[in-house]
């Protein structure tokens, strides 16, 4: 499981910069469960923050010694993040009834399970991973401007986070032979953050963005 550039080798700990980056995930998930008690916000909207310490936590023991068991500790709060906001900006943020929210769960099943297999390129460096996270956000960001949601230029905000953290994953394994540690804990730094800004609109808090 040599993914990323920093790793040279099978032992443990082999990738510290890509590891302890994801401090970032968990900076994050402190700052926002901070934030909703400040707000006194419903108890639903404390899942994303625990799934977002989660993520740091999985990832980080993915980083420290990859194999199948850690690998899943690092997706699957991945993808029950990628659920939860979902349901929660469907529900909360778009206001949609229930058959709605069902057909685009369904709709992100379908490209997660069906369209980003056949994106399997060696170039995307298993960013085609995200392929329905993408289309969603993108839907969605385009959504709000339609109809000039308050919350239109915070979700564009991490839309442009988006794009740019999935380019610097997809380049790390590319330039190895010019910056050995690569890009990938990049990718955490502004992933958090990204996840920080998708927490925010679902819970319609404009502020703090830092």
Not at 38 to 43: C, L, T, V
Request: charged share 10%.
């Amino acid at each position: 499981m040599n993914f990323y550039c920093e790793r040279s080798n099978e032992q443990i700990f082999n990738e510290p910069v890509n590891a302890i980056s994801n401090i970032f995930f968990i900076i994050v998930s402190l700052s926002l469960i901070k934030i909703l008690r400040k707000n006194q916000s419903n108890k639903i909207y404390y899942l994303q923050p625990i799934l977002i310490f989660l993520i740091g936590i999985g990832s980080f023991l993915f980083h420290l010694m990859p194999n199948l068991i850690t690998l899943y500790s690092d997706i699957i709060p991945i993808f029950l993040f990628s659920l939860s906001f979902i349901f929660i900006f469907n529900k909360d943020v778009i206001c949609i009834n229930y058959i709605n929210n069902t057909l685009l769960f369904l709709l992100f099943f379908i490209l997660l399970l069906f369209a980003t297999p056949k994106l399997n390129y060696e170039i995307l460096n298993g960013s085609e991973f995200y392929f329905a996270n993408y289309f969603f956000l993108t839907l969605y960001t385009i959504w709000l401007y339609i109809k000039k949601s308050e919350f239109f230029q915070l979700l564009f905000l991490g839309f442009i986070f988006f794009n740019l953290s999935l380019f610097l994953r997809t380049i790390d394994n590319h330039i190895c032979n010019h910056f050995s540690i690569g890009t990938h804990f990049l990718w955490h730094f502004l992933n958090a953050y990204l996840l920080k800004i998708l927490t925010l609109v679902n819970c319609k808090i404009k502020q703090p963005y830092w």
